[in-house]
């Protein structure tokens, strides 16, 4: 059988990126995303500075962002067109390759945890509905109300505009119309780190885009769509519409690309093809195996923020690539 060797995996240093997703964040919300990417890339750093590993690192910067209401993730999730919640989230250990996603969840406070749960307690990779709810109320999970009256308020005006446009749900409309709609709360959330010891790890957790069917899962609950992780290449994460990522598997994409290539050309050249392929929409982070990270976007924004031993950053855009 073949053993993953890890023998080229060199990193140079201990990272952490993180990212409160691509949408049209609108300028008053910029110092609160800003923040929350911040205090989740300090926490999720915290831990992998004291020998912690990149997946716990990702995981608890993920539930900073999953408990921060300026986030479509957790509490503060987007509704559905019928006006509830189904969250979505996924890990991914770039050591073993393991991982495990939950999808149409309605009322766990944390969903990442609950998709740690199913990678290290099942033999599963996806659960969803019920089912996940149930594993994770069984697992100690705490239940909790995420709908904020600004989601209501959001939903709303969300169905006024489609009565307006004349359709009764986004499929079927323009491209146009679609990414007009969907890119309002594409706030998900998402992280990638390196260890110590030359792990890689990602996560990513969303509400999933506003007015989606109920019943529709993302790319955030999918590994190699939402995210990808593996020591031999580098970790990816995307945001943005996940039906266009579920088509390219863009996560790992990226992390094939990261291969040969650092995460800058990566995420470029992943980004420009997704543009051609399936228009605009997209967001990516990518960190390489080396400690090389990227945000690249043919999106307005994407918010990120990032700590490496010597660089503190946090940004409403990266590399726009169209
Ligand atoms: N990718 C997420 C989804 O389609 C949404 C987002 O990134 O905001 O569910």
Redesign the pocket.
């Known amino acids: 059988m073949h053993q993953r060797s890890g023998a080229n995996v060199r990193p140079s240093k201990i990272v952490i990126i993180v990212h409160g997703?691509?949408?049209d964040w609108p300028s008053k919300l910029h110092k609160q995303g800003l923040s929350g990417v911040g205090v989740a890339a300090d926490r999720g750093f915290r831990i992998v500075s004291k020998e912690g590993s990149a997946l716990d690192a990702v995981e608890a910067a993920i539930v900073m962002m999953e408990n921060n209401p300026v986030f479509?993730a957790g509490r503060g999730s987007t509704l559905n067109l019928v006006g509830e919640i189904e969250t979505?989230a996924a890990i991914m250990d770039g050591k073993t390759l393991k991982g495990g996603g939950v999808a149409l969840l309605r009322d766990i406070r944390n969903p990442i945890k609950a998709a740690r749960i199913v990678m290290d307690k099942t033999d599963h990779v996806l659960l969803a509905g019920e089912a996940a709810r149930k594993l994770a109320l069984a697992n100690g999970l705490a239940k909790s109300n995420l709908r904020l009256s600004k989601r209501v308020h959001a939903w709303k005006e969300g169905l006024r505009k489609l009565k307006k446009n004349g359709v009764l749900y986004l499929s079927g409309t323009s491209p146009e119309v679609l990414q007009r709609f969907l890119l309002k709360s594409?706030?998900?959330v998402g992280a990638l780190a390196l260890d110590n010891d030359g792990n890689l790890a990602a996560a990513c957790s969303?509400g999933?885009?506003s007015l989606k069917l109920p019943g529709r899962i993302?790319?955030?609950a999918i590994l190699g769509a939402?995210l990808y992780a593996d020591n031999e290449s580098g970790a990816a994460t995307?945001?943005?519409?996940?039906e266009q990522?579920m088509r390219l598997v863009i996560s790992k994409a990226a992390c094939d690309l990261m291969r040969h290539a650092d995460a800058v050309s990566a995420t470029t050249r992943i980004i420009r093809y997704s543009t051609m392929a399936v228009g605009v929409g997209t967001g990516l982070i990518a960190l390489d195996r080396f400690g090389r990270h990227s945000v690249a976007h043919n999106t307005r924004n994407l918010c990120w923020a990032a700590r490496t031993v010597d660089v503190s950053t946090a940004k409403m855009f990266g590399t726009r690539v169209s």
Request: aromatic share 0%; charged share 15%.
């Open positions: 997703g691509a949408g479509n979505d594409s706030d998900t969303t999933g885009v993302g790319d955030s939402g995307a945001t943005g519409i996940g990522t």
